[in-house]
């Protein structure tokens, strides 16, 4: 199984960036799907998880303000991230989860890709 993240980068606050995980090796479709994030000092926290019915759920601190999506036939995941603040700044990681729609416990992970927030 493989999660392969992409799309971080650098952006002005109030910025936008989309990231994406392509999965292989895996029955995409049977899996919930989320991000997580971990920035310098601090732990590995949740953003937003996407059950295999397309049901979102989001951190308190992104709602409204990213999206979570995914394309089954593609074995996507994509987060939209939009009016980006300094505290985003943090490394992303997908993760797939079998059994959890809220991706609480996580079968597989991802590499990270970073995503920097610059005032």
């Known amino acids: 199984v493989q999660l392969q993240a992409s799309g971080g980068g650098l952006v002005q606050a109030g910025g936008s960036l989309r990231l994406s995980c392509a999965a292989s090796g895996l029955t995409f479709g049977s899996y919930a799907m989320g991000w997580f994030r971990q920035a310098p000092g601090k732990e590995r926290e949740f953003v937003a998880a996407?059950?295999?019915?397309?049901?979102?759920f989001y951190a308190n601190s992104v709602k409204g303000r990213f999206t979570i999506s995914r394309d089954n036939a593609e074995k996507m995941v994509y987060l939209q991230m939009n009016s980006l603040k300094l505290e985003d700044t943090a490394v992303y990681y997908c993760a797939a989860s079998w059994n959890s729609p809220r991706v609480e416990s996580t079968d597989y992970w991802g590499q990270g890709t970073q995503v920097t927030v610059s005032s």
């Open positions: 996407i059950s295999w019915r397309g049901n979102t």
